[in-house]
Structures are given as C-alpha cells and as structure tokens.
C-alpha cells in the first residue's frame, strides 16, 4: 500500500467551497512547517488474506507465497519439501534424522510467516477471496498432518519387518545348527537364542515378539532332539546347555520351558553312563553318573546308580572265570576308579564291592598269565598281590606262584602246572642246604611244596679254580661253620633256582636245578662259586658261576 502526502493550510475567512490547496507563500514570509508523512489502512480484506497466506504457507506446498505471487519464495518450500520426501521416503524403521525435521519445520514456520507479512502489507494485485483461501489453508494443513501419520505408520511397519527379519535368521541359524552335532552347532543356537530373547524382551508390542513364545519352544525341541532319537549320550551336553537358558532370557518369556531339561538330563545321564560300565567306556562314565548323583540327587535315576555299578561289578567278578582274567581285571580297575569318582554319601557300599573286584581280578590274572607261561608277568602280578593286599586269604598262594615264576623263568619245566595249593601229608624228608660262597645266596625251590630260603654269606670261603674243585672240595674244610638251611620236604619232584646276593658281583649267574625227593633218604645240598676263564673262551662266559653240589642222600 503506497503512502500519500498532502500539505494544506486554513482559510476561516474564505467562504468558498474549493477545496484547500496549496497557498503560494508570502511575499517575504516563510512557508509553513510540513507534517511527517502519515501510512494509511491496509487494504480490505488483508487480515483475512494474511491467516490465509500463513495457513498455505504451513503446507510445505509453497502455496502462502504462490497467495502473493512471490514464485521464487515459493520454489524455496518445494524443493524443502522434495528433500525431506527423498529422504524420508522409502519409511525406514530409524525415522528421519531429527536434525532434518526441525530444520523443515522452521522453514515451513518462517515461510508461513513471511507469506503473511507480504499478504498483510503488500498490494498483490486481484487474489482469490479471503475466507476462500483462509479455508483452503485450514484444509491443506492436512497434507503434512496426514503424510507425517503415514510416514509414521509406514515407519512403523519398516520396524515390524526388519524385527521380523531378524526372527528369521534366527529361524535360519536353528534350521543350519540341527543339521549337525552340538559341539558344532552351539554357536549358531547360542546366536538365534540371543535374537529371539532381543525380540521378546526389547520389542514386547511387536508382532515378531508375539511369535516368540512358539519359535522358543521349537527351539528347545531341536535343540534336545538327540534326547527325542534315543541318543543319550549325544543328548547330555544339549540338555546341559538348556539349562543355562534361564541364566540369560527372562523367566515370564519362557515359562514352563525353564524347567523342561531337568527330567531329559536326568534320564540321559543315567542311561549313557550306564552304557559306559562295560569296556573301555567306564572311566567315561563315572562323568554322567557322578554328574547325575551331585545335580539331581533326588530323582529316580539317582536312586538306580548304586545297584547298576554294583549289578555291572557282580558280572565282571563272574567273567574272571572265562578266557580272558586279564582285561577283564582291567575293566574292573576302571569301575573301581569309576567309584572313586562317585559321591560316597549316594553309593556308600560300593567301595568295598569294587575293591575287592580288583582283587580277585589281579589274582586271576597272575594265575592266568602262569598258565599260559607267561613267567615274567605272571611273577610281577602275583608279587604286587602279595605285596599289596596283606589281609587277603590268598597272599601266599600267591607269594608260591610267584615263586614257580621266577623258577620256571630258567627252568621251564617248572611252570608245567600250578605249585600245590595245600600241605601235602605224609613223611617229610630232610634236605640240608649248605652254603660256601662268599656271598649270600637265597634258594627258591618248588615242587609238591614252595618256597623260599636264605643262605647267609661265608666269610671265610673262597671261589674255586675250576668245577672238579668245587665239587670234591665244597663244604668239606675241617674246621669251618659253613651256613645252613634245614627243609623238611614231602617226597615228589622239585625245581630249584639258587640267587646270588649281597657280596657277589654282577656277573653272577643264577643257577637252576632240579632232583627228586624220595621217601626214606636225608638229602644234602653245597652252593659254591668257581672262577671261570677271564678271557671267556670257556662256557659259560661269566666270570662267576653260582652251583649247588649235586644231591647226597
């Protein structure tokens, strides 16, 4: 609106009805002072027009300054406009960076503004009819109204997608892992758990948390599948796995799922430790069963470990009879370090049960070993037995055996059958063992009867330049105490082993013999050394020689 100036001045005297104009000043007067400009009435209608431009301007369609006509104001909201729509189109589930929208909605402010200032203010020529356009702009405040509700429902719908998408990798990942064993898998299903528990936890509105519940339980279904098939042993560690779920995912989204490992585990770890009892499994299985004992401890399973490992110690001792003492003694020693293993408060009465398993499988073994003339083995065995177990009822017959052993180890004919297991009665005859060596000598003898005895060193003898010397001149020196060892022996056949001791050095030869025992007759016996060739050219190539003299009666 353009401001007019008017200057005028008053004439009370002047009666005439022209208008007042400009008085040309006085001759000699100045003119009169002039009054400062004044700014008129807005154009009709301008109010109005100005709620309208604001109201079109708040669109973000540009159309308070298409109201007025300013085109290049205009072009500013659309291409305002055009980039929020590139960039909030397609809807992401992140929404529009909030930066972006304030900054949107200040210019839509400011430009509704500035069309309302230039519709107030300015002459903008014929322009559409005020409440027409205020009207119009009060309907068009839809658009960003609407778009912004569509946005956001679109918004929303790209979020329920992408949680969606993630419960099915995670459905991936649970189809991938039952494929193959746990050990391999685990980490795929510790994975999908950790999308599954996000879901259900972090977006409970959502439509993939309501899907959840089902794909948890599905999930505990493939997980323990071994369980389902049978397979116990593979079934432990999946099952043991379960039961730390509720360590990590809220126990109102699981549920009764919590809990659903407990009786499977139970039952698995029973029924795979169990199978382990026989062969080279049972120290194996002492880790099921001991982990069944000190997990569940009140189940039913629990209650059944004592009388399986007792039933499967039972059968063993029974198998000591068969074929093969040996490997099953090895067995049992595995079932008694299976015992070991097991709290003693759940299986108290198994320890003596297991020992003495071991037991008799050591001494079946020795006595096996003996028998199949297996010398060397069967004298350490039998040896161990002895020396171990110093209650046992055995010990000495197990001590003879070990005896024919290491007889039979030089003089095989020994070992053609098992030393007498009783004291044969009848008269005994008396063999006299003398010793004229310069060292201790012990005699281990058997026959109808075993044994051992122990010759003390002869300090005063000497060994002997050649056999003949030794054989007619051994044990007969006037005047010395030669050492002796008195038997008393039952009538049969005997075989001798004579062992050098402290005082001899270390090429002394044991030497084995063997003579029969008669009914009626005293027998006497010499041990004594004789020194050999040092170059060895003769036989045998020892430098000592330890020989008994041959038997008198």
């Not at 909030?98 to 903008?124: C, E, M, Q, S, T």
Request: charged share 25%; proline share 9%; net charge negative.
């Amino acid at each position: 609106m353009n401001a007019r100036d008017e200057w005028s001045v008053s004439d009370p005297g002047s009666g005439s009805g022209r208008p007042p104009g400009p008085t040309p000043p006085h001759d000699g007067e100045p003119p009169p002072p002039a009054r400062p400009p004044t700014v008129g009435p807005p154009p009709p209608g301008a109010a109005l027009r100005a709620v309208a431009a604001g109201l079109l301007g708040l669109s973000g369609l540009g159309l308070g300054h298409v109201l007025v006509r300013r085109w290049r104001r205009a072009a500013v909201s659309w291409a305002a406009t055009a980039v929020l729509l590139l960039v909030a189109l397609p809807a992401d589930p992140d929404g529009v960076p909030a930066p972006l929208v304030a900054g949107y909605l200040l210019l839509l402010v400011l430009a509704a503004a500035d069309a309302a200032r230039i519709a107030l203010r300015a002459d903008v020529g014929p322009a559409p009819r005020p409440v027409l356009a205020a009207v119009l702009g009060l309907m068009l405040l839809a658009v960003p109204v609407t778009g912004t509700a569509v946005h956001a429902s679109a918004r929303e719908e790209a979020a329920e997608q992408e949680l969606l998408g993630r419960l099915a990798e995670g459905d991936d990942l649970v189809a991938k892992a039952s494929k193959h064993p746990f050990a391999l898998s685990a980490p795929d299903y510790r994975y999908a758990l950790t999308l599954y528990r996000e879901l259900g936890e972090d977006h409970p509105g959502s439509r993939a948390a309501a899907l959840v519940p089902a794909r948890l339980d599905a999930f505990y279904d493939t997980v323990s599948s071994p369980y389902t098939e049978k397979k116990h042993c593979a079934a432990v560690e999946p099952l043991t796995y379960l039961r730390t779920v509720p360590d990590s995912v809220d126990h109102e989204l699981l549920g009764d799922l919590a809990d659903r490992p407990d009786a499977p585990l139970a039952e698995s770890l029973y029924a795979c430790g169990v199978s382990r009892l026989d062969g080279a499994g049972t120290a194996s299985g002492s880790k099921e069963l001991s982990t069944l004992l000190r997990t569940f401890p009140e189940s039913s399973q629990a209650g059944q470990v004592g009388p399986a490992v007792s039933g499967k110690i039972r059968e063993r001792v029974a198998a000591l009879k068969g074929e093969e003492p040996c490997a099953v003694t090895g067995d049992l020693r595995r079932m008694n370090t299976l015992v070991t293993e097991l709290p003693r408060t759940s299986v108290p009465s198994l320890d003596e049960q297991a020992d003495a398993g071991v037991r008799d499988g050591v001494f079946a073994c020795g006595v096996d070993q003996f028998e199949d003339r297996s010398f060397p083995e069967a004298r350490q065995t039998l040896t161990d037995f002895a020396d171990t177990y110093g209650e046992d009822r055995r010990r000495q017959r197990a001590r003879d055996i070990a005896v024919a052993a290491e007889i039979a180890e030089e003089r095989p004919s020994a070992g053609k059958r098992l030393p007498g297991s009783g004291r044969p009665g009848g008269v005994r005859m008396e063999l006299v063992i003398s010793n004229d060596a310069p060292n201790e000598v012990e005699v281990l003898y058997t026959g109808p009867v075993t044994g051992t005895v122990t010759l003390k060193a002869c300090g005063s003898c000497e060994r002997y330049s050649g056999e003949s010397a030794g054989a007619s001149r051994a044990c007969k020196a006037n005047g010395t105490s030669y050492p002796k060892a008195r038997l008393r022996l039952p009538a049969g056949e005997y075989h001798f082993l004579y062992k050098h001791g402290t005082g001899a050095t270390s090429d002394v030869d044991s030497y084995a013999s063997g003579s029969s025992v008669k009914p009626g007759y005293s027998y006497t016996s010499c041990t004594y050394l004789i020194e050999r060739d040092k170059y060895g050219l003769d036989l045998p190539p020892l430098s000592d020689l330890l020989k008994p003299t041959s038997f008198r009666r």
